[in-house]
């Protein structure tokens, strides 16, 4: 009877730890960041001019746009980008949200490659924040009523540009409630850089760092 007893115990006491070592951590999980490099100069580095950015738009883009419901009758030369896995699409003004198929492949292998690097550096995840996409001629006009530097002839015009802000980015919470160190944006940059070098190398986009705008503004090639 007593061997009973130490056998039902010693099971329970079991079970009890098993069910100790299931409970998920729910302390702050904190960054450990490492090998955090960057650019060594950001104009250096993505100083693609607009003539460059212009010339790969042409080539693999599409007719410029007079208005909105004409984007909505191109059927498969574009895709509508939407918040997922990868990136967050912000309160797009004066664009809408679509690109070109390429466009859209190098927007989800920067989202995707961005979130691999940082789990790579030991930091929390965060996505990137897309701030301007395809413009049409009257979301051009419209710009420029409030801002005189936009350009009238927009390389958003052809669906193969889009802006990444790198004062912005989207914290990615834990599915179970576990809290989250935030991450610095200024840290955040740096890694962000390191991604858009290295996808520029590959001959795979144009990248211009834009100073007043706080954006990459990136064309596909």
Known sequence: MKKIIYTIMMSFCLMSVMAACKEKDMSMKM????????????KRSFGDLNDTHMAAAKKIGIKPLQNREAAERLGGKVVEI???????????????????????ALLDSIGANFLDSLANKGLNPNQVIVTS???????VKKLRRVNGNASANSVHMFGTTFDISYKRFFKVE????????????DTLKLVLSEVLRDLKKKDMCYIK??????????TAR
């Open 31 to 42: 960054n450990e960041p490492r090998n955090i490099k960057g650019v060594i100069s950001y």
């Open 82 to 104: 939407k918040d997922g896995d990868f990136y967050q699409v912000d309160s797009l003004t004066h664009s809408i949200p679509f690109l070109v198929p390429r466009a859209s």
């Open 133 to 139: 996409v395809l413009r049409t001629q009257d979301d």
């Open 174 to 185: 834990d599915p179970d409630g576990r809290p989250m160190q935030d991450v610095r944006a």
């Open 209 to 218: 760092y834009e100073l007043k705008q706080g954006c990459f503004h990136i």
